[in-house]
T-cell receptor, first 112, second 117 residues
Framework: DAKTTQPNSMESNEEEPVHLPCNHS???????IHWYRQLPSQGPEYVIH???SNVNNRMASLAIAEDRKSSTLILHRATLRDAAVYYC?????????????FGTGTRLTIIP | DAGVIQSPRHEVTEMGQEVTLRCKPI?????LFWYRQTMMRGLELLIY????????DSGMPEDRFSAKMPNASFSTLKIQPSEPRDSAVYFC???????????????FGNGTRLTVT
């Protein structure tokens, strides 16, 4: 399994951009990098995923390092509703042999 | 799209009783996953199905746990007999993707909070 390292917690001011880092130095060449978030009392929610190129969607942007050993989830303008635990997950290409590992994630607090 | 529907939202039971958790995946999704979340262990994958067939149940903690998927629109996770250490939030998720080429996002339900006293 690819190991990930994320900060335990981060704080950001409302309406400011947020950069959530993730190190995954043992990622394999075919693993996708997925980001999920979990709001209080809810199930995890898919945010974004990518393989090599930077990706954008309505929720966030994902910047992937050229060597793929790290990535950064970017929330362009944080709102109070973005307060959640954010998980970075390298997803194995052959799901039959490995399990998804959510880890402990980064708890993001938004300051009004 | 109603999302993944789990029932009940909360379950309180006494040790030794049978507990059945239910899940209705998103229509058209062919993969279904059961997860358990505790403060100590975080989110753990228990079992997953593809096209109603269990593919990997190695995360199921012990024989007291069993899961079934009789059709594409329904799955159950049963604990018999239940124990206090089974207290956790149990999540069901579904995905339109094939497990062998996992790049399709999971859609989670809001979970069942189980308390065993």
């Amino acid at each position: 399994d690819a190991k990930t390292t994320q900060p335990n917690s981060m704080e950001s001011n409302e309406e400011e951009p947020v950069h959530l880092p993730c190190n995954h130095s043992t990622i394999s060449g075919t693993d996708y990098i997925h980001w999920y978030r979990q709001l209080p009392s809810q199930g995890p929610e898919y945010v974004i995923h990518g393989l090599t190129s930077n990706v954008n969607n309505r929720m966030a942007s994902l910047a992937i390092a050229e060597d793929r050993k790290s990535s950064t989830l970017i929330l362009h303008r944080a709102t109070l509703r973005d307060a959640a635990v954010y998980y970075c997950i390298p997803a194995p290409s052959n799901f039959g042999n490995e399990k998804l590992t959510f880890g402990t994630g980064t708890r993001l607090t938004i300051i009004p | 799209d109603a999302g993944v529907i789990q029932s009940p939202r909360h379950e309180v039971t006494e040790m030794g009783q049978e507990v059945t958790l239910r899940c209705k995946p998103i229509s058209g999704h062919n993969s279904l996953f059961w997860y358990r979340q505790t403060m100590m262990r975080g989110l753990e994958l228990l079992i997953y199905f593809n096209n109603n067939v269990p593919i990997d149940d190695s995360g199921m903690p012990e024989d007291r746990f069993s899961a079934k998927m009789p059709n594409a629109s329904f799955s159950t996770l049963k604990i018999q007999p239940s124990e206090p250490r089974d207290s956790a939030v149990y999540f069901c998720a579904s995905s339109p993707g094939q497990p062998s080429s996992y790049n399709s996002p999971l859609h989670f339900g809001n979970g069942t909070r189980l308390t065993v006293t």
